[in-house]
């Protein structure tokens, strides 16, 4: 069966979802085509059900959408669900808007599976407590750290969050627990603006992990940062991007493909 798929946000320029799922249908012989969507700031159900009505059958959400995506949606899945945010979005047969939300696997197995970065008994802090950190929060508690704490801007929003989750800490990006983390993971949309949040020195354990769910072929300002704080492990999103997108082409297709090889054509 071959269908039209798509990626929608602002800005979506820079996304390599077409890309990725190009290189996936080549590996596995499905049939599809797919695009990028712009969508003005207020107005996203417009375009997306613009979308569907001209026969598209899946489109991925990324910001700043996830959370209109998560309202727009018909029915939702288990993790859509909690995490409030949707990245998935599928047409199903009875006509209805399915959403899932892939990003807490996706960056689960791109830690786990590609980097070798530990959650288990780690001091994890998470910096911005928007969708991006709720599409991830339950699939970091899943592995186990002995720690975590959400740092957000608004220290509200970080408290809001914090407490859908038992033993979940929560404070502003200017009052960070003073003690240190083995894993450090951006949320924030800052990267693609070329900023980033201001951290106070200290923060990371030396030898510690920093992962930036934002991708680019350069250095993220996060990424400067973890590197000048002397982070054994510093990443990019591009791992993360290439894993939920996989898990967005079985949800769509049935069809799991292999990741490796696409990063590796990534990164190439």
Same mark, same amino acid.
């Given at each position: ?8 946000? %602002? ?13 996936? @249908? ?13 969508? $003005?700031?207020? %107005? ?9 009505? /001209?026969? /598209? ?27 409030? @945010?949707?990245? !998935? ?12 939300? !892939? ?23 998470? =910096? ?14 899943? /592995? ?6 959400? @740092? ?22 200017? %009052?960070? $627990? ?7 993971? %951006? !949320? !924030?949309?800052?990267? =693609? ?47 993360? =991007? ?23 054509? =990534?990164?190439?």
């Amino acid at each position: 069966m071959k269908g039209h798929y798509a990626v929608v946000g %602002n800005p979506i320029e820079h996304s390599k979802s077409p890309q990725i799922h190009a290189m996936f @249908a080549e590996q596995t012989g499905e049939q599809l085509s797919y695009g990028r969507l712009w969508a $003005p700031q207020d %107005n996203f159900a417009a375009v997306a059900r613009a979308f569907f009505c /001209g026969g /598209g059958l899946g489109l991925n959400v990324t910001v700043p959408f996830k959370e209109e995506a998560w309202q727009f949606a018909n029915k939702l899945s288990e993790r859509a669900h909690f995490a409030e @945010a949707v990245n !998935t979005l599928r047409c199903d047969d009875d006509g209805l808007l399915w959403g899932d939300n !892939t990003d807490g696997v996706g960056l689960y197995r791109d830690l786990h599976d590609n980097l070798g970065i530990a959650i288990e008994a780690q001091r994890v802090l998470i =910096l911005g407590a928007g969708g991006a950190a709720r599409g991830i929060l339950a699939d970091i508690l899943a /592995g186990e750290p002995s720690e975590v704490v959400i @740092a957000n801007r608004t220290a509200h929003r970080a408290d809001e969050l914090a407490q859908r989750f038992e033993g979940v800490g929560s404070c502003g990006l200017d %009052n960070i $627990p003073g003690r240190q983390f083995d894993l450090i993971i %951006n !949320t !924030t949309a800052a990267g =693609l603006q070329g900023s980033m949040p201001a951290l106070a020195d200290g923060l990371l354990r030396h030898g510690g992990a920093c992962y930036d769910l934002v991708y680019s072929d350069t250095d993220t300002p996060f990424m400067e940062w973890a590197r000048r704080h002397h982070a054994g492990q510093v990443a990019d999103g591009l791992g993360m =991007l290439v894993e939920q997108a996989a898990e967005s082409f079985f949800l769509w297709r049935g069809v799991r493909p292999d990741t490796q090889p696409v990063i590796g054509a =990534l990164r190439g």
